[in-house]
């Protein structure tokens, strides 16, 4: 059982940044690859960016160039680096862990919310 609490959501002006933290309980976490979702109102939940186990990185074409995942496994800790931010990124993001690029995991944190406005 993996549990898991994210945190560093907020209100950001466009163009701005923000960072993410999902906090991982378990000794498990290395092990696992983990994602970050994102779900905007009135639209379906997807795929943000995934990091393996080994560390390899993926990217939805709208974020390329713009986010940055990574984890921290000593920590039991995922990040999301997002910059340039824009109003279409607005949304409620979501720390995944279990899945890979073509479906989610079993694990998930409990959201933070993204607001990006001016």
């Known amino acids: 059982q993996v549990q898991l609490v994210e945190s560093g959501g907020g209100l950001v002006q466009p163009g701005g940044s923000l960072r993410l933290s999902c906090g991982a309980s378990g000794s498990i976490f290395s092990t696992y690859n983990m994602a970050w979702y994102r779900q905007a109102p009135g639209k379906q939940r997807e795929l943000v960016a995934i990091i393996t186990s080994g560390g390899r990185t993926n990217y939805a074409d709208s974020v390329k160039g713009r986010f940055t995942i990574s984890r921290d496994n000593a920590q039991n800790t995922l990040y999301l680096q997002m910059n340039s931010l824009k109003p279409e990124d607005t949304a409620v993001y979501y720390c995944?862990?279990?899945?890979?690029?073509?479906?989610?995991?079993?694990?998930w944190g409990q959201g933070t919310q993204v607001t990006v406005s001016s």
């Open positions: 995944n862990g279990g899945g890979s690029w073509w479906s989610a995991g079993n694990y």
